[in-house]
């Protein structure tokens, strides 16, 4: 089935472990995009890709390294977790960066991650 | 004061009802208004987009945009036991996409 793949789908973490959420699409969009969803805060975005070999910070980048090696793949990478990361972990898709296209329109199930 | 406010809900409907979901904004740059759906334990999914004022109809669902009153409505026409999700919206100023932290919807059957 065509769509967004996020892998794992619960992790708990120790403060200071880091770890990396994957993220695949099979649809070939060129527009990437990761956000954490907490209560009452709404989506926010941490970081975002526009085509292959190509990031960039979002609203809340700070504690997460992303990278894309190919228009498939597109892992959060968290260098020392904290308390402050506990949070649901979405990986959107788009079809394009301009335009309507910029919208994610395509998410994964999500990652719900906790940190002790 | 958030950018966009949404009410959290729940909202407890009874099956057939129509229902109304609001955001209110403080920013008048935005110009894409967007709903989103999220079932439980899922992610969003894009339901319709509006652009400017006005209104867009896709079958039951009417998405309403009121730039002067800074103030965007979905409205679900014979409502569903499936519409059961929260509903998020997303403003969109072509630099800054902010979305709301979504109202929870419950249809009882």
């Known amino acids: 089935n065509a769509g967004v793949t996020q892998t794992p789908k619960f992790q708990v973490l120790k403060t200071g472990q880091s770890m990396t959420l994957q993220c695949a699409q099979d649809?070939?969009?060129?527009?990437m995009s990761w956000y954490r969803q907490d209560p009452g805060m709404g989506l926010r975005l941490i970081h975002y890709?526009?085509?292959?070999?190509?990031?960039d910070q979002g609203e809340v980048p700070n504690g997460y390294n992303v990278s894309r090696s190919t228009t498939e793949d597109f892992p959060l990478r968290l260098l020392s977790a904290a308390p402050s990361q506990t949070s649901v972990y979405f990986c959107?898709?788009?079809?394009?960066?301009?335009?309507?296209?910029?919208?994610?329109?395509?998410f994964g199930d999500g990652t719900r991650l906790s940190i002790l | 004061q958030k950018e966009v406010e949404q009410d959290p809900g729940p909202l407890s409907v009874p099956e057939g009802a129509i229902v109304s979901l609001n955001c209110t904004y403080s920013n008048s740059a935005f110009q894409y208004f967007m709903w989103y759906r999220q079932y439980s334990r899922k992610g969003p999914e894009l339901l319709m987009y509006t652009y400017s004022s006005g209104n867009k109809e896709d079958g039951r669902f009417t998405a309403q945009v009121d730039k002067s009153s800074k103030y965007i409505s979905l409205f679900i026409r014979d409502s569903q036991p499936s519409d059961s999700a929260t509903y998020l919206c997303a403003l969109d100023s072509s630099y800054k996409l902010i979305f709301g932290s979504g109202t929870r919807l419950l249809v009882r059957p």
């Open positions: 959107a898709s788009s079809y394009s960066f301009g335009g309507a296209g910029r919208w994610p329109q395509h």
């Open positions: 890709s526009v085509g292959a070999g190509i990031t």
């Open positions: 649809m070939n969009h060129e527009y």
